[in-house]
């Protein structure tokens, strides 16, 4: 299997509070990866660190034949403002923005692109609408016509399916199955181990650090699960300092 991203003891503090502690390992590309583990485990200062919304140096995320700046990256629904004035096509098609350039214009082609890919996730017709007007399951399928529309071999998820009911689930789950057969790489911090069971090959399981990482069957355990769940009571009782070495710190990030 090829490596499409490695983690070299990768440590994120925020005001040297380790998030992520010592974490190694790889990504496999063409595969579908899912991150999961307790509430505050890390899991999504490790997601930005790789796509360079926190500091990670390169010798700790290093890629294999891609680009950071290729990368589609959805993030925890929360923190997604949906007042923002604009149309369901529109949200869209900022998927394009890096073909297009900000200030671009939309082409022709984008659009037709645009239009497909509202199609492919069940929103046909819906590109005039107002994001504000959108069930959060609707919401959602938006943000994937969107990466649709990136046309990115690495895609990096968030809890895309927090929050959001059963039928779009299933379609969304269905589109990332697709995906990996177009031989794109998947890592998605997931908290269902259902949806992890039958659609992700690979898990990696951490608690701040790596508790396990390979197949899913291997990774899914009882045993593993309650390492990891142990771990995180712990960390409520005692919340550490980090004095083994000097990492970079971030400061206020989010
Ligand atoms: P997960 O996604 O696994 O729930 P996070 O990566 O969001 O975990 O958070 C890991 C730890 O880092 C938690 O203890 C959280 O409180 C802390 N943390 C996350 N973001 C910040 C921030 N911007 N400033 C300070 N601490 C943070
Ligand atoms: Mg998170």
């Known amino acids: 299997m090829k490596p499409v991203i490695s983690l070299h003891n990768v440590t994120l503090s925020y005001h040297r509070h380790p998030a992520v502690h010592h974490v190694s390992g790889t990504f496999h590309a063409g595969e579908a990866t899912a991150i999961i583990g307790p509430n505050g485990a890390g899991k999504s200062t490790l997601l930005k660190a790789i796509v360079g919304l926190i500091p990670a140096s390169d010798s700790m995320v290093q890629f294999h034949g891609i680009a950071k700046k290729d990368i589609a990256f959805l993030p925890q629904a929360a923190n997604i403002d949906r007042t923002f004035p604009i149309s369901v096509l529109d949200a869209v098609l900022l998927g394009n923005w890096r073909k297009s350039g900000w200030f671009g214009g939309v082409s022709k082609t984008a659009r037709a692109e645009a239009e497909a890919a509202l199609i492919k996730v ?15 399951g609707q919401f959602q399928r938006v943000l994937f016509a969107r990466i649709l529309l990136q046309n990115s071999p690495l895609i990096l998820l968030d809890e895309p399916f927090t929050a959001i009911d059963a039928r779009t689930t299933q379609d969304l789950l269905h589109l990332i199955d697709h995906w990996r057969y177009e031989g794109r790489t998947i890592i998605s911090v997931l908290h269902d181990y ?10 990696l399981l951490m608690a701040k650090e790596c508790i396990a990482w390979g197949p899913t069957t291997e990774v899914l355990t009882k045993a593993n699960l309650q390492k990891a769940n142990a771990m995180a009571e712990n960390w409520i009782e005692n919340a550490a300092v980090c004095h083994r070495d000097e ?8």
């Open 194 to 203: 259902e949806q992890v069971k039958n659609h992700f090959s690979e898990s």
């Open 247 to 254: 990492q970079p710190q971030v400061e206020g990030a989010h």
């Open 122 to 136: 069940g929103l046909e017709g819906f590109g005039p609408r107002h994001i504000g007007s959108l069930s959060s």
